[in-house]
């Protein structure tokens, strides 16, 4: 049995999942080198597009983050609309530790935080560009609670000392290049959640799961935690993004081609623009974002020309 979306073609698949983002960088070999160290991860594949160096960068071939090199934009601005953090997800505590032990290690990195916000267990950077990393795991979706359909969260302490005591080991730091992992949601900042809600809920057709007043918004397909956040708190009233630094495009997966056919139709709903080439649909969000959702094993050399 094929998946499809759901019947009313309003929300999006729940078998969505999220896929290598994409940052435009001003220096390719610091971040190469940084993502490469930090995460573990090995180039997939580079290639040259017009006046701009492309690198897709990853794990057991799982693409992570694609890297543009556009060294004449200006520099990430953490007070306007772009990227809150990219969330990098592993599937067990060994290799959260392994990462986070790298990442620590890392002169370049800037330790920004960790939490135990019930649903998962996380640590946060900045890269040297400014850009937020989330290194985190979930806890299984038995233990969470929703309320009022509701996915209930909190930020407790969480010391990440005690998490490497605990879960960090010499076969982890070995084979951390092995062990799996992916981008499990992107956190965004907006400048504001209605606007945000009418295009990652009304029509990217992800469903809410945790709202908060003006400040912040969570939506997921499937049931998950989140897929997508966004938030104002330091980007408040913020108007479409100039092109800079930072983020260059959020990726999401569906199944089949028609989740595309379904989401084509709420963006043309909405009055949208959008480009259709058969296997992507790519759009923007109203702060000038670019967000693709894509066929699975969509190539990479499709990916880098996107």
């Known amino acids: ?24 960088v001003g220096d390719m070999e610091l971040m190469s080198s940084y993502y490469e160290k930090v ?13 701009e160096a492309h690198r897709v960068l990853g794990r057991n071939g ?11 934009l200006p520099g990430v601005d953490p007070s306007k609309a772009g990227l809150y953090h990219t969330a990098f997800l592993f599937d067990t505590p060994s290799a959260l530790a392994a990462t986070l032990y790298r990442a620590a290690r890392d002169n370049r990195s800037i330790y ?13 950077f900045t890269d040297p560009e400014g850009n937020g990393i989330e290194l985190y795991i979930d806890r299984p979706r038995e233990e969470w609670t929703w309320v009022d359909g509701q996915v209930q969260m909190a ?29 499990g949601h992107v956190h965004l900042q907006v400048g504001d959640i ?21 400040q912040v918004l969570f939506a997921s397909a499937g049931g998950y935690h989140h897929h997508v956040a966004m938030n104002t708190w330091n980007s408040a009233g913020s108007g479409p993004r100039a092109a800079t630094l930072g983020l260059g495009n959020v990726a999401i997966t569906v199944p089949g081609r028609e989740d595309l056919d379904a989401l084509v139709a709420r963006l043309k709903n909405k009055k949208l623009s959008f480009a259709d080439n058969g296997t992507s649909v790519v759009t923007t969000d109203p702060w000038n974002t670019q967000v693709s959702i894509s066929l699975p094993g969509v190539s990479t050399e499709e990916l880098l020309d996107r």
């Open 1 to 24: 049995m094929s998946t499809t979306t759901l019947a009313d073609g309003v929300t999006i698949n729940p078998a969505a999942d999220m896929d290598a983002v994409t940052l435009r």
């Open 39 to 51: 995460l573990a991860l090995t180039p997939i594949e580079e290639k040259s597009h017009g006046n």
């Open 62 to 72: 799982v693409p992570f983050v694609r890297l543009v090199a556009t060294p004449g």
């Open 112 to 124: 920004a935080g960790s939490g135990d916000h019930l649903v998962s267990e996380a640590f946060y």
């Open 155 to 183: 930020t407790l302490f969480l010391d990440p000392n005690e998490y490497l005591r605990q879960h960090l080991t010499e076969d982890s730091m070995n084979l951390a290049p092995t062990m799996a992992g992916k981008v």
């Open 194 to 214: 209605p606007t945000a809600r009418d295009f990652y809920v009304d029509a990217l057709g992800f469903e809410s799961t945790l709202a908060f007043g003006s």
